[in-house]
């Protein structure tokens, strides 16, 4: 007979079943987007496998054949990469396990754990509808059913009794048998539900942890109800970490927010800023700091320590997190990293210059908060002519105060001068000046002029890498459009 409490599970988080080897599990469906969320649960999976000295597991839950593809699968495999989470073991597809969920799922039925049900939804929903807890009646327990075509396998719950899910993160909730409906297992195409495969997969893989998103806490008491029914003994420790939400308080979703990991690599974002900051959605290394190196995050990262509440994902402090760290990187290592969006570039093939990039790199490095924002810092550099931010051309040169005779004196001065970005300042300024201006307000029509749009990297450091001619030259047009 099942238990109707699990009281050997475990408490402490650092606790192990039976002293085995730390040993998780990251198991995605490959149905869509590799979710920020998903990300988070894979790096709280491999932090506590490296704080243990464990492993972990990647298993690629692809039992639900309607909706997975190969592409969301390859997406996984390259998002978990790119964010520098290695795996241990795997990766496994359930969909070529079937025949061991078969194997428990004839165990079941043949220890009178399970049994077949006939009920179409229809049939269910009006034989329901006027019982106030909602889910199946059990309709088919004593009917005998043998398998056969459109026979779903379902558990048959214990009537009676409690299943207490002990987890590290969120206590011990109860949950009254009662209240849990003979669930299917086994569908009527003879494919496993996913709770089925779980179960079997953590078994047969020895895994002695599993942390998982909050949302799964409710199928919990399932897992726990099939892996006593299975004969499989302790079970693992359980961890669900919080939900994420967006700044309204709702979970996030694919539909509203964006959660898509790819979507921030494709955008720019460093691997190890996303990773630091998806480690303090619902944990946080002691001493409060925040910005903390992989090897801080592995020694300090206790599954105690997580909290329970849902955590914001704030798209606003994850742009300053990869601020941070693009600024941290050596000169080097940015004009590396910027190769892949350079490429990319608004100019035509074989007009960029690397030694001009070169030179304002450390610059623009300052400045950006994406390495996808490093193209349009330095496209004028490339361009015949810059793309001209209309905005800036109307607030800055249209309406800007004295434009006309900036971009006059301006390309006067500039013909003679001493072609260096302490010069370009000291005439300018002096040009500011003689029309009541100060250095900032006299600079933004010269900067647009030359670089289409009202900021950037310094403007006299960029005048000087890009030349005298050719900024005389934009100046003069900037002179004849404003005319026009």
């Known amino acids: 007979m099942t238990p109707s409490r699990w009281e050997t599970v475990p408490v402490e988080g650092d ?10 599990r990251f198991a995605p469906s490959p149905t869509g987007i590799f979710h920020v969320g998903g990300a988070r649960t894979a790096l709280f999976n491999w932090l506590f496998a490296r704080h243990h000295g464990g492993s972990m597991v990647l298993r690629i839950e692809d039992t639900d054949a309607e909706r997975n593809q ?61 019982i106030p807890t909602p889910g199946y009646d059990g309709y088919c327990r004593d009917r005998g059913l043998t398998p056969g075509e459109g026979r779903a396998l379902r558990f048959r719950t214990p009537d009676e009794g409690s299943t207490t899910v002990i987890d590290v993160i969120r206590g011990a909730p109860v949950f009254e048998h009662h209240t849990v409906e003979d669930f299917v297992i086994l569908r009527s195409n003879e494919t496993p539900i996913f709770i089925l495969a779980v179960v079997v997969d953590d078994m047969a893989m020895g895994i002695t942890h599993v942390i998982r998103g909050e949302e799964h806490l409710p199928n919990t008491v399932k897992a726990l109800l099939l892996w006593g029914a299975l004969g499989g003994g302790d079970p693992p420790v359980f961890a669900h970490v919080p939900v994420l939400v967006n700044q309204a308080g709702k979970k996030l979703s694919k539909r509203r927010d964006k959660v898509a990991l790819e979507q921030y690599r494709e955008q720019g974002y460093l691997p190890e800023a996303m990773r630091n900051y998806l ?55 940015f004009v590396g990293a910027s190769g892949t969006f350079l490429e990319h570039g608004s100019w035509a093939p074989g007009d960029f210059d690397f030694a001009a990039f070169d030179v304002l790199a450390p610059l623009v490095q300052e400045r950006v908060r994406t390495l996808g924002e490093v193209p349009a810092m330095v496209e004028f550099l490339f361009l015949p002519e810059p793309r001209i931010d209309e905005k800036a051309w109307d607030k800055r040169v249209v309406r800007g105060p004295a434009a006309k005779q900036i971009l006059t004196a301006a390309r006067e001065e500039f013909a003679s001068c001493a072609w260096t970005a302490a010069a370009l300042h000291q005439v300018t300024a002096a040009v500011g000046e003689r029309h009541q201006l100060g250095l900032a307000k006299a600079q933004f029509p010269v900067r647009v002029a030359v670089t289409g749009r009202d900021v950037g990297p310094p403007l006299f450091e960029s005048l000087e890498v890009l030349g005298r001619e050719p900024t005389r030259e934009r100046l003069r047009r900037a002179l004849e459009r404003l005319e026009a």
């Open 15 to 24: 606790s192990a079943p039976a002293s085995a080897p730390v040993r998780v």
């Open 279 to 333: 480690a303090l959605l619902g944990w946080a290394p002691p001493g409060g700091r925040e910005v903390v190196s992989l090897d801080e995050m592995v020694a300090a990262f206790r599954l105690e320590d997580v909290n329970s509440s849902p955590a914001f994902f704030d798209e606003r402090k994850l742009l300053h997190f990869n601020a941070e760290y693009i600024r941290a990187l050596s000169a080097t290592e």
């Open 70 to 130: 190969e592409q969301w699968t390859v997406g996984i495999v390259d998002a978990l990469r790119w964010l520098g989470l290695d795996w241990d073991d795997g990766p496994y597809h359930q969909s070529e396990r079937s025949h061991l969920y078969a194997e428990a799922a004839e165990k079941l039925f043949a220890d009178g754990r399970a049994y077949y049900c006939d009920c179409s939804r229809e049939a269910r929903d009006e034989r329901t509808r006027h």
